[in-house]
């Protein structure tokens, strides 16, 4: 099983990943299921949430985590706080 990897990452970090410039994306407060073709990594701006991978436990995250999601993974997501994230794909 593949995991997904929170980290708490330093300004100098995320600068140093070019994070600042990858593109935004916004989604208010829902539930729906997901699949990953590729790698995602994301840094929440806002928000609070939780993922549940297909046979694996709960993961939250919220504002100011670093997230990396594995490709291949098939999860649901439930959005508790509206959420904006940086997130690179690949």
């Known amino acids: 099983m593949?995991?997904?990897?929170?980290?708490?990452?330093?300004q100098e970090e995320l600068k140093n990943r070019g994070v600042y410039d990858w593109p935004v994306w916004e989604k208010?407060?829902?539930?729906?299921?997901w699949?990953?073709?590729?790698?995602?990594?994301?840094?929440?701006?806002?928000?609070?949430?939780?993922?549940?991978p297909d046979g694996g436990e709960p993961v939250e995250f919220g504002e100011g985590d670093f997230?990396?999601?594995p490709a291949g993974l098939n999860c649901r997501w439930k959005i508790y706080r509206d959420v904006r994230k940086h997130y690179k794909l690949g």
């Open 35 to 52: 699949s990953y073709d590729s790698k995602e990594q994301c840094y929440l701006l806002e928000g609070k949430v939780k993922v549940v």
């Open 28 to 33: 208010e407060a829902s539930e729906f299921p």
């Open 67 to 69: 997230v990396t999601f």
């Open 2 to 10: 593949k995991n997904i990897i929170v980290e708490k990452l330093s």
